[in-house]
């Protein structure tokens, strides 16, 4: 079974390393992958999204999600799993590369922060956002194998580990958010008291001292 799946990769890289595709499809996979790199764009969203408008939760289970699969992704499964890029097992891929890749393959660090980012806030919200940030994750992962720099397996392995820290990424958001916006209130409150509260305190105030004369 793993063989065969493993020849249906080859295969499949093998057939995009030998299609001439359009000059314009290799720039748009170049931008994506650029925007998906280090999760520029969800990095950029979730702080967008936090200051700017309603979802502050979601925003935050995006961060969050991200910053999670930062360690799991990178630091842990990648160590790991010691498995080597389609261009350095398949040496003539080598030459159709147009990205810098390092690193070992699995999973792709790429698809597992761009799905877990995105995964968090879909779960963490109903905007319709949700669905673009989605998309997003899968155009990311998959002009990864065009670029030749990953299996096919390294991208749904990672939008699975991505979907699994989004969805627990979002549950800790808000489960916390729930925990700490009320005790922010009342710390707000208690240092910024509403005007009529404030008047009433200092008339009780001065009637105290009239009563004490």
């Not at 992958?33 to 520029?40: D, E, Q, R, S």
């Not at 961060?63 to 499964?77: A, E």
């Not at 800790?172 to 925990?179: E, I, P, V």
Request: glycine share 8%; net charge positive.
């Amino acid at each position: 079974m793993i063989d065969a799946i493993l020849a249906w990769e080859i295969s499949l890289l093998e057939w995009i390393g030998r299609i001439s595709f359009p000059a314009w499809l290799d720039v748009l996979a170049y931008i994506i992958t650029f925007l998906g790199g280090f999760g520029l764009i969800f990095l950029a969203c979730g702080i967008f999204f936090f200051f700017f408008t309603k979802y502050k939760v979601a925003a935050l289970a995006m961060l969050l999600g991200f910053g999670m699969t930062i360690f799991l992704s990178d630091l842990v499964f990648k160590q790991f799993f010691d498995r080597v890029r389609p261009f350095e097992a398949i040496e003539w891929l080598y030459y159709y590369v147009t990205v810098p890749a390092t690193g070992n393959s699995f999973p792709s660090g790429h698809a597992t922060r761009s799905m877990a980012a995105a995964s968090a806030f879909f779960f963490a919200t109903k905007s319709k956002w949700r669905w673009a940030f989605i998309g997003m994750s899968g155009l990311i992962g998959i002009s990864r194998v065009y670029q030749l720099v990953h299996y096919p397996t390294d991208i749904l392995i990672g939008w699975l580990l991505g979907i699994m820290v989004g969805a627990l990424a979002a549950f800790l958001t808000k489960k916390g958010w729930m925990w700490l916006e009320p005790r922010y209130r009342n710390w707000r409150a208690r240092k910024n008291p509403p005007a009529e509260i404030t008047v009433a305190a200092e008339t009780t105030e001065a009637q105290a001292e009239l009563m004490e004369v």
